[in-house]
Each structure stands twice: as structure tokens, then as C-alpha cells.
């Protein structure tokens, strides 16, 4: 699977929250994460796009899971923008404290959500 790109593409309605961490599970899973990394990485996608999900410019969500080496990258992108300033209300504080701590590393741009998972 590496340097395999797999591509999703939902309607922006939390309906479809459990398909993407699901699939984000399925792929960790056949790239030889354990178990905990594996519930890690549900919650981190889950959480990842309950925020974007809050953002009023976008009608839907492309989930991106590239393997790169011994890392999943997941990139989560709108097609409007991500009002940064929004992610920094206190309901949404949690939600990216829980990102930052289970990715190994995060990017936030106007227009997506960048997550790399490594396998340790």
C-alpha cells in the first residue's frame, strides 16, 4: 500500500462521520497499526471532521488517506474554507486539543485539516 492514495468524498452531514472513521480504521488496520493507534485514529478523524462539519462554507467533505512510507497522512478538505477563528471558540477547543495530542503531526489551512499517524 505504499504511496497509495485513497480518496472520499461525503455530503458535509455528520451522517457520514462513522463511514469515514471506519475507513480510516480499515486502511490503518491493513498498514500494521495496533489496536490503541487504531482507536487513536478513529477519534482523531472523527474529531478532525466534527470540525470541519462546523464550518458554514463547505457542502462537502474529500477525505484524502495517503501511505507514505511507514506513515498514514489523512488529508480532510472543503470545498470553501475553514474559518480558522471558529476552531478557536471554547466548544471547539476540546476537539483540537484531542487532534493535536493523538497526531503525530497537524496543519491547518483554509481549506483543509493535514493529520500524519506514523506506525511506531
Known amino acids: 500500500m505504499n504511496n497509495d492514495t485513497i480518496q472520499l468524498i461525503v455530503p458535509k452531514k455528520a451522517d457520514y462521520i462513522s463511514?469515514?472513521?471506519?475507513?480510516?480504521?480499515?486502511i490503518a488496520s491493513k498498514l500494521g497499526f495496533n489496536i490503541e493507534d487504531l482507536e487513536d485514529i478513529k477519534v482523531l478523524v472523527g474529531e478532525s471532521c466534527i470540525l470541519t462539519l462546523s464550518s458554514e462554507n463547505t457542502n462537502k467533505l474529500d477525505i484524502e488517506f495517503k501511505v507514505v512510507d511507514d506513515d498514514l497522512e489523512i488529508l480532510i478538505k472543503l470545498d470553501g474554507e475553514l474559518d480558522i477563528d471558529e476552531i478557536n471558540e471554547s466548544e471547539k477547543k476540546l476537539s483540537k486539543m484531542i487532534i493535536e495530542s493523538l497526531a503525530d503531526e497537524v496543519e491547518y489551512s483554509k481549506n483543509s485539516i493535514r493529520l500524519i499517524k506514523s506506525i511506531i
Open 19 to 26: 463511514l469515514i472513521r471506519l475507513t480510516s480504521s480499515a
